[in-house]
């Protein structure tokens, strides 16, 4: 079993958060992964940051940029397959707006790659994916 780590999750791992670090250790480090619209997020924040940083903090936002880059490098990246974009256009379908793009597109890739998602935000994803396949490793342990 692999997990999909959310962006509130990437955050959480940023900061040390102690119950996260923890329930690492509780799985193999190489499944672990970042879907790709987790890492264009993360990307568009610093570029957006660097781009309009006033002259006196452009070296600080160049620096949590390349920071960003180091961090995402240590994970393997889950990009969009033919089954998930199948399943992106089916959960758009199914429902129009009340659901952020973004989650769309993580649920999707969960659902094809039958793997976990690791969110904090457990109720944006519930109408997308069974109980079995949503954990919170940021307020509960996992076994």
């Known amino acids: 079993m692999k997990y999909l780590w959310d962006s509130n999750i990437l955050r959480h791992y940023l900061d040390d958060h ?4 923890e329930n690492l250790k509780k799985v193999n480090r190489q499944y672990v992964l970042l879907p790709v619209i987790v890492v264009a997020e993360q ?3 610093r570029m957006d940051a660097l781009v ?5 903090y452009l070296f600080r936002a160049q620096q949590h940029f390349q920071r960003t880059q180091q961090v995402l490098s240590k994970f393997q990246i889950l990009h969009l397959d033919e089954n998930s974009l199948e399943l992106v256009t ?13 989650d769309v597109l993580i649920a999707a890739q969960a659902l094809a790659s039958h793997n976990v998602l690791v ?3 457990i109720t944006d994803f519930r109408d997308f994916l069974p109980p079995q396949q949503l954990q919170n490793w940021i307020d509960e342990k996992i076994n």
């Open 18 to 21: 102690p119950l996260l670090l």
């Open 43 to 45: 990307f568009r924040g």
């Open 52 to 56: 309009k940083a006033e002259p006196a």
């Open 90 to 102: 089916q959960l758009t379908n199914r429902f129009k707006t009340r659901k952020r793009y973004a």
């Open 119 to 121: 969110t904090r935000n």
